[in-house]
């Protein structure tokens, strides 16, 4: 998949993504859900599989994803920034503390080793 200035989107990446298998919804303004699978997951964003979207590229959304087998949810406001078919990319734009910290523990517990995720930690407080 290409991305901006044809580079590869994995090359473009700064922040690790994992592989993880849950549920979500974008809460709209109507109150009204709609219901995605998450295929992955990094510090600034998603991927989901929500097909028949209709959804608008660039706009903010609210997203919950759940966490299997609690009642956690993380919570998020989220830009749409990629569009392809039912597979639809967001980059976490607001994240409060507690999503924040589960969603810390989950890519910890999902990713390659305990210290890059501390790594991308700092960098976004750099970055910001």
Do not use: C, W
């Not at 592989?19 to 510090?43: A, C, M, P, R, V």
């Not at 999902?110 to 890059?116: I, L, T, W």
């Amino acid at each position: 998949m290409k991305g901006k200035a044809g580079m590869d989107a994995k090359e473009n990446r700064r922040f690790y993504r994992t592989d993880f298998k849950t549920h979500g919804y974008i809460k709209q303004e109507d109150n009204t859900k709609l219901t995605f699978d998450l295929i992955n997951i990094s510090l600034k964003g998603i991927l989901v599989d929500l097909p028949d979207s209709k959804l608008l590229m660039e706009e903010s959304y609210d997203l919950r994803i759940k966490l299997v087998s609690t009642e956690i949810e993380i919570k998020t406001l989220a830009v749409l920034v990629h569009h392809e078919g039912s597979k639809l990319g967001f980059y976490f734009k607001e994240i409060d503390l507690d999503s924040m910290i589960h969603l810390r523990r989950l890519l910890e517990l999902n990713g390659p080793n305990e210290g890059e995720i501390e790594k991308e930690l700092s960098f976004l407080k750099e970055f910001n």
